[in-house]
């Protein structure tokens, strides 16, 4: 079965709706449908559609930058239109990217994870677009870690951010519609938003499970395997490990050149972690941290996916590594002074960092953010459209 993205729903049966209306597109490079072809592409020569302006996000309208890279604004050499970064100066459309804009389009593959930023870009640009009284089009896609798994703790709205925008769960369950239903309302966004639903998707399913093609949103994910380990993985770049970036199994590698890589593997795997197992690997990033060093760790294996829990199996391998390595250990320092830590800001709150320094067990942590996935699961039931 092929389930019908939200983009070829509005296509066949919803295009119409927009005639006479001067669009804006925010897409990336996994804006496409299900033989390949762009978002950019389609709309910009739909005989009903005037798509006069596109916007990037993280990485670029077309895939090119690396993470955390700024993003230039430029004329696309493709369609002639222009493009505006919201990676650069701004991470909102300003009011002169949307003046004589009617409706401004996201297409977006999101990961399913509050810190993967393509989230807070669409939402940002609801906050942006309902300032300048214009309409937003959200055209869904799936949950790519499907949606019946939630995880994490929720954000604490002191620690709001680009990596967490708003109050939720590490995992959410959501597709990038069903959440700016829910951001829209619970959030007091309140913008004019309109949600093209796909056909035939399920919250059960996993992205291979959609019969789709699989095409990376960002450089450093290039996997549905990575995608699956990043809600906890990702929370190694808020520490002194390497998270793999510079490997071929970036979000799969995880290292440092003081970690002896058979007792971690044989440590982890003494622990039976639902849904894997862990392998001795030695790598050399060549961009990242660590660059041009030997690097030694684990390589994680997903081997059930369904059981699998990727933010408790991290907590579970930092207990390990700081217990292990406490001299050598160490969080991340901010990246301007007097701002938060990395892994504060990941995390969404202090607690993940105070529980492993103070040695609390991982069970403990994981219990205490039970009440609030409980209350958010009863928040969404109403947003949901699937």
Not at 276 to 301: D, M, S, W
Not at 358 to 378: C, H, M, N, T, Y
């Amino acid at each position: 079965m092929t389930v019908r993205l939200g983009l070829e729903v509005f296509l066949e049966e919803a295009a119409e709706e927009a005639a006479g209306k001067r669009l804006g597109l925010v897409a990336c490079p996994s804006s496409v449908d299900r033989e390949l072809r762009s978002s950019v592409e389609r709309l910009h020569r739909h005989s009903a559609i005037d798509l006069v302006a596109l916007f990037g996000p993280e990485h670029g309208l077309r895939g090119e930058a690396q993470a955390g890279a700024p993003v230039a604004t430029y004329k696309d050499a493709v369609t002639g239109l222009p493009v505006h970064s919201l990676y650069g100066e701004t991470r909102w459309p300003t009011p002169d990217m949307l003046r004589g804009i009617d409706a401004i389009i996201i297409d977006l593959q999101d990961g399913g994870v509050r810190f993967y930023t393509f989230l807070a870009t669409a939402l940002y640009v609801m906050e942006a677009a309902a300032a300048a009284d214009c309409k937003v089009i959200l055209l869904d896609r799936p949950a790519p870690i499907s949606g019946a798994r939630i995880e994490g703790p929720m954000l604490d709205a002191d620690f709001a951010s680009f990596v967490g925008p708003y109050p939720m769960p590490i995992r959410y369950g959501m597709t990038i519609g069903e959440m700016a239903r829910m951001a829209n309302t619970e959030y007091s966004i309140d913008c004019d938003l309109t949600v093209i639903a796909m056909e035939g998707w399920r919250r059960d399913m996993w992205f291979d499970d959609t019969g789709l093609p699989f095409v990376p949103s960002s450089p450093n994910l290039p996997t549905l395997d990575a995608m699956t380990l990043y809600p906890g993985t990702c929370l190694i770049e808020g520490s002194n490990l390497s998270e793999g970036r510079g490997t071929t199994k970036p979000f799969e590698y995880i290292g440092a050149p003081w970690i002896d890589a058979l007792q971690l593997a044989d440590q982890l795997n003494d622990l039976n972690l639902d849904g894997a197992r862990f392998r001795p690997v030695y790598f050399v990033p060549t961009f990242g941290k660590n660059q041009g060093e030997l690097c030694a760790g684990a390589h994680i294996h997903v081997t059930d996916r369904e059981r699998f829990q990727p933010v408790a199996m991290i907590l579970n391998l930092l207990q390990a590594v700081i217990e292990n390595y406490p001299e050598d250990f160490a969080w991340r320092a901010p990246w301007a002074a007097g701002s938060t830590a990395p892994i504060d800001l990941l995390s969404g709150s202090t607690a993940i960092r105070e529980s492993l320094d103070a040695r609390r067990p991982v069970e403990e942590l994981i219990a205490s953010w039970q009440p609030g996935i409980e209350d958010f699961l009863k928040a969404r039931q109403k947003y949901l459209l699937y």
